[in-house]
């Protein structure tokens, strides 16, 4: 990763030097025409950022409290989400989302993967100047946390893009020590009659965490007792302070296709051809140097333990997208992926036999349509394994109407069939227990939704869920973690809505979630409820050289069975025998915008100072404590 470093930091200042300008930006021919020293800026919205997905956005240089609510780590909204106590470490769910579009097993280690940048968390830009963007936030205790964005068009139609993401974080408590780092390169190219396009990115991950078991039994009870002395929360005892885990990552993401025919004043039909190539590696590791018997079962080895497991996916796809002004877009689509999963050991048993790995391919058709028809916009995805290892398939459909230009109403429907993640068929491990190979049903989700977005009245969404053959980690009757297979099916039902009131200089901002699991509670643990609230003062001073807001966010949920963390498999599990919660947590924040930089204070759990800190954000894991946090995003334009 260092090297990732040092060609991150060789290249800027070369680059900068070969920028094409683009239309509009100084040094074009119209800022040849202005007299001398004169420039033309280009508009924000030519600095475009554009997803996989296609939906194009563009550099937002503005302050807002959705932008102090994702001023974290993940760079998101963490509303639904519970953070553990030292950046860079894992994040309990206070709700859950069910993916509409699976189709293969995933790696496994998911607890682990909230801070893994997925294809979709890439983007790719268009920019008329070189643009940079730095985030800085300052962690816990020693450390702290860096994204650098540099993005050029050489000319027209080439852009690159390279970014550097990391953290060390030492934290309060024994033996929590974060350090992660997150490389990513991504290019997009046009030729000079636009038929043919590709973009592409590269990303490599190697993201570390110490591991401490949470809290000793005696320690639970002095965090619990709120005694003077553990105040001091590197004095508290942990279960262990001899273990490390890493997930490593690299990716190389390739999308292009050809235009064959394009619309033009005899015909509006186009028809292109397109290929999409994907290569993931994936690695996790577990060292202890110690074993620790009496929390995980009995070990083959004592000491200098490893646990690592890989997995190698090739992916491609070809499809065929004709559209037409009349009948819409229709695209067919075929797939192959190849996949080996595994270890490099047996584990030979008196009974049976646990094999080291997991190999084959699939084969899978599907189709994609979209239309406008009348007021409706209409979107439908799906796909089907039809040969190979797994079975699995996705439909999705969707529609959305505008009323008017601030009310929107979506509704859909998914369906979903594919096996539990490769975890959850093969594990080895040094620890007896966490060995296993399974035979289970493809999990089998549908849902459906619906959501109104209005800027006068609120915005709220629904979903209903329901799921056969959910899987999921518990306790056995040996009290050590396995995977399990729910016999019952799993139903969920999950309401949301948001509303935000403008006084002028003051603004009150409220989200709140209502979850019921109606059958299933005993394998699906969440709250009931979860609140947020921000009440603030916004103003301009200085002439509106600064532009600044500040006030208090208070956010809220009611008592649940939190899931427990394992740091062997790195996977959370479900216990039914204590609960937490019930607690606020209030945040207070000073932040200011001066030009293309915003400038974040953060008061994070003052209330801890009135009353302290007890909290839990999964079994044996303490929540956060009082924090002053600093930090900033810059844009820089040249």
């Known amino acids: 990763m260092k090297f990732y470093t040092l060609l991150f930091l060789f290249l800027i200042p070369l680059i900068g030097f070969s920028q094409t300008r683009l239309s509009g930006s100084p040094g074009s021919e119209k800022a040849d025409d202005a007299k001398a020293g004169d420039t033309i800026k280009p508009p924000i919205s030519a600095y475009k950022i554009i997803s996989v997905a296609n939906d194009t956005t563009f550099v937002d240089t503005t302050l807002t409290i959705e932008k102090d609510y994702k001023f974290n780590y993940r760079r998101k909204d963490n509303f639904e989400l519970l953070p553990f106590s030292n950046t860079g470490q894992t994040y309990n769910r206070l709700g859950a989302e069910f993916d509409a579009k699976k189709l293969y097993p995933e790696f496994g280690a998911q607890a682990r993967h909230y801070n893994f940048l997925e294809i979709e968390d890439i983007y790719y830009y268009h920019v008329p100047t070189p643009v940079t963007e730095a985030y800085f936030k300052t962690v816990p205790e020693q450390g702290q946390q860096l994204d650098v964005l540099f993005t050029i068009n050489t000319s027209e139609r080439l852009n690159f893009s390279v970014a550097y993401k990391g953290v060390r974080a030492l934290g309060r408590y024994q033996n929590a020590l974060t350090s992660t780092g997150i490389f990513r390169f991504g290019l997009t190219y046009k030729t000079l009659d636009r038929k043919y396009q590709l973009r592409t990115h590269f990303v490599s991950h190697d993201l570390m965490n110490q591991e401490n078991g949470g809290l000793s039994d005696l320690a639970v009870q002095q965090y619990i007792d709120k005694e003077e002395e553990f105040e001091d929360r590197s004095l508290l005892a942990m279960n262990f302070e001899n273990a490390e885990s890493t997930l490593y990552g690299k990716r190389f993401y390739l999308d292009h296709f050809y235009h064959l025919t394009r619309p033009d004043t005899l015909s509006s039909n186009a028809l292109k051809v397109g290929h999409i190539f994907n290569h993931d590696y994936k690695k996790f590791d577990f060292l202890q140097a110690n074993a620790v018997n009496d929390i995980f079962g009995p070990s083959f080895q004592r000491n200098n333990l490893r646990d690592r497991v890989r997995l190698t996916?090739?992916?491609?796809?070809?499809?065929?997208?004709?559209?037409?002004?009349?009948?819409?877009?229709?695209?067919?689509?075929?797939?192959?992926?190849?996949?080996?999963?595994?270890?490099?050991?047996?584990?030979?048993?008196?009974?049976?036999?646990?094999?080291?790995?997991?190999?084959?391919?699939?084969?899978?058709?599907?189709?994609?349509?979209?239309?406008?028809?009348?007021?409706?916009?209409?979107?439908?995805?799906?796909?089907?394994?039809?040969?190979?290892?797994?079975?699995?398939?996705?439909?999705?459909?969707?529609?959305?109407?505008?009323?008017?230009?601030?009310?929107?109403?979506?509704?859909?429907?998914?369906?979903?069939?594919?096996?539990?993640?490769?975890?959850?068929?093969?594990?080895?491990?040094?620890?007896?227990?966490?060995?296993?190979?399974?035979?289970?049903?493809?999990?089998?989700?549908?849902?459906i939704y619906g959501k109104l977005r209005s800027k006068k009245l609120l915005n709220i969404e629904g979903r209903l869920t329901q799921i056969q053959n959910y899987t999921y980690f518990t306790k056995g009757e040996d009290s050590l973690v396995k995977p399990f297979q729910a016999g019952d099916q799993v139903r969920y039902l999950k309401l949301k809505a948001s509303k935000d009131f403008d006084f002028g200089l003051f603004a009150i901002d409220n989200t709140i979630m209502y979850q019921n699991v109606l059958d299933g509670k005993s394998v699906l643990n969440l709250p009931e409820f979860v609140t947020r609230n921000s009440i603030y003062y916004k103003d301009e001073w200085f002439d509106k050289a600064l532009y600044l807001q500040t006030g208090f966010t208070f956010k809220y949920f009611t008592n649940y069975n939190m899931n427990a963390y394992d740091p062997v498999l790195a996977e959370f599990y479900v216990q039914n025998s204590a609960e937490f919660g019930n607690y606020p947590v209030v945040d207070f924040f000073f932040n200011g915008k001066v030009d293309q930089t915003r400038i974040f204070f953060k008061l994070e759990n003052v209330n801890s100072l009135l009353d302290t800190n007890n909290n839990f954000v999964a079994p044996r894991y303490p929540y956060r404590d009082f924090l002053l946090r600093f930090g900033v995003v810059w844009n820089f334009f040249l």
Do not use: C
């Open 313 to 447: 996916e090739f992916y491609n796809e070809a499809y065929v997208q004709w559209s037409n002004k009349t009948l819409g877009e229709l695209k067919a689509k075929a797939a192959v992926k190849n996949f080996e999963y595994g270890y490099k050991t047996f584990y030979i048993r008196e009974s049976d036999t646990i094999n080291n790995k997991l190999t084959g391919s699939n084969y899978a058709i599907g189709g994609e349509y979209r239309k406008k028809i009348g007021g409706f916009d209409v979107e439908a995805d799906a796909m089907l394994n039809l040969a190979g290892d797994f079975m699995g398939s996705y439909f999705s459909a969707h529609a959305g109407y505008s009323l008017d230009e601030e009310n929107r109403l979506e509704f859909g429907v998914n369906q979903n069939s594919h096996m539990p993640n490769y975890n959850f068929l093969l594990y080895q491990s040094n620890y007896i227990n966490y060995n296993w190979q399974n035979e289970f049903d493809n999990v089998n989700t549908q849902s």
